[in-house]
């Protein structure tokens, strides 16, 4: 226990250490990026300093180092944003996750009326939804975020490697836009079912009934007959004893 509560108290005086030092190191961050940027652009115009351009060659450079900082301002504020949706869903989604699994049973009790089990489908099929849509919302921020580290990013293995991460997050945004279709759908065919499968019941239970309603019919029908053979030989003996006496 002493151990974890050090832990604790180390990572909340990180998280400290952080936020404060957060905005001096954006502006370094800002600073360098600029720099970078400006000198990408130097280079990349130099042609137009050659041929005398001078100031489309400046508005090059300038426009490169204005594009570094709004970069880097968009890298913070995406992994921010990432950090914010991050901590948020981590305990959403565990309550979620159980929700699916306690309606998924109640959903699968026969012994409940339509109602409760619809009900209980129902939200099923919005805790589901809901995890899907974090995971999406997670996809979507990480891409912005490559995509705005891609843009300050000189180095020209890192800048391969980003674009195939960029690739990959934007593959697994349209995986999981596919999942939320393939959830709404399936949503629908689980209430159908359900109505289905009570309805199957209620059939089963009515024709078990009639059927019991039937042989108990039957069976009385049987017993009149019984009774009324039973009268009729009582008669015929009654009726012989009287020819015997006459």
């Given at each position: 226990?002493t151990?974890?509560?050090?832990?604790?108290?180390?990572?909340?005086?990180?998280?400290?250490?952080?936020?404060?030092?957060?905005?001096?190191?954006?502006?370094?961050?800002?600073?360098?990026?600029?720099?970078?940027g400006?000198?990408?652009?130097?280079?990349?115009?130099?042609d137009?300093?050659?041929?005398g351009?001078?100031?489309g060659f400046?508005?090059?450079?300038v426009?490169?180092?204005?594009?570094?900082?709004?970069?880097?301002?968009?890298?913070y504020d995406?992994?921010?944003?990432?950090?914010?949706?991050?901590?948020?869903?981590?305990?959403?989604?565990?309550?979620?996750?159980?929700?699916?699994?306690?309606?998924?049973?109640?959903?699968?009790?026969?012994?409940?009326?339509?109602?409760?089990?619809l009900?209980?489908?129902e939200?099923?099929?919005?805790?589901?939804?809901?995890?899907?849509?974090?995971?999406?919302?997670?996809?979507?921020?990480?891409?912005?975020r490559?995509?705005?580290?891609?843009?300050?990013?000189?180095?020209y293995k890192?800048?391969?490697?980003?674009e195939?991460?960029?690739e990959?997050t934007?593959?697994?945004?349209?995986?999981?836009?596919?999942?939320?279709?393939?959830?709404?759908?399936?949503?629908?065919?689980?209430?159908?079912?359900?109505?289905a499968?009570?309805?199957?019941?209620?059939e089963?239970?009515?024709?078990?009934?009639?059927?019991?309603?039937i042989?108990?019919?039957?069976?009385?029908?049987?017993?009149?007959?019984?009774?009324?053979d039973s009268?009729k030989?009582?008669?015929?003996?009654?009726q012989s004893?009287?020819r015997?006496?006459?």
């Amino acid at each position: 226990a002493t151990g974890i509560g050090i832990l604790v108290i180390a990572a909340a005086a990180l998280v400290e250490l952080f936020t404060n030092f957060e905005k001096p190191l954006k502006i370094v961050d800002s600073v360098m990026n600029a720099i970078g940027g400006a000198v990408n652009a130097l280079v990349e115009s130099f042609d137009k300093l050659l041929s005398g351009d001078i100031s489309g060659f400046f508005s090059d450079v300038v426009d490169g180092a204005s594009n570094a900082i709004d970069a880097t301002n968009d890298l913070y504020d995406a992994n921010e944003r990432l950090f914010e949706l991050q901590r948020a869903t981590i305990v959403q989604n565990a309550k979620l996750k159980a929700s699916v699994e306690e309606n998924l049973k109640i959903a699968a009790d026969t012994t409940l009326s339509l109602d409760q089990r619809l009900e209980a489908q129902e939200k099923v099929n919005g805790s589901t939804e809901k995890l899907i849509d974090n995971e999406r919302q997670l996809a979507a921020v990480e891409l912005e975020r490559l995509e705005a580290e891609l843009a300050i990013e000189n180095n020209y293995k890192t800048r391969r490697e980003l674009e195939i991460q960029i690739e990959q997050t934007t593959a697994n945004l349209i995986n999981i836009e596919a999942a939320l279709n393939r959830q709404r759908l399936d949503a629908a065919k689980s209430e159908r079912e359900i109505i289905a499968q009570d309805k199957a019941l209620k059939e089963a239970a009515a024709k078990e009934e009639l059927n019991l309603i039937i042989e108990v019919a039957k069976a009385r029908e049987e017993s009149v007959k019984e009774r009324e053979d039973s009268l009729k030989k009582i008669t015929e003996a009654l009726q012989s004893e009287n020819r015997k006496e006459v």
